[in-house]
């Protein structure tokens, strides 16, 4: 499994907004954000809020983290037309285009 991280700027004034997604998917939509959850299998998000702005940050793990985006950018299925249109409205970014590669690891920490 690999962790892999990333942030999204929320745009100004959408931050209940999201506050209200992460709501809606944990509670009356989800059950289907297990079923579109394949190839994930543990997903945190953080609120991070900033004098430059606040942002997303999320945190996932996965077998193959590329497809993550990948599956995602493509699928017709509701409930992840649905997830997508929500990003955009809260970020500004349209996840059904590439959106470049994985963010990059500078370093790994642990407590042996």
Excluded: C
């Excluded at 037309?81 to 590669?101: A, C, E, H, N, Y």
């Amino acid at each position: 499994m690999i962790e892999n991280a990333f942030f999204v700027p929320l745009l100004p004034g959408k931050t209940e907004a999201a506050r209200a997604f992460a709501s809606t998917i944990m509670n009356e939509r989800r059950a289907e954000f297990d079923s579109a959850q394949t190839t994930v299998t543990k997903e945190n998000w953080y609120l991070q809020e900033t004098p430059h702005g606040d942002f997303m940050i999320v945190v996932y793990t996965s077998p193959d983290p590329e497809k993550v985006h990948a599956a995602l950018a493509v699928s017709e299925e509701p409930f992840d037309v649905w997830f997508r249109d929500q990003i955009l409205d809260l970020t500004g970014i349209d996840i059904s285009t590439p959106l470049g590669g994985l963010p990059t690891p500078l370093m790994t920490w642990s407590r042996s």
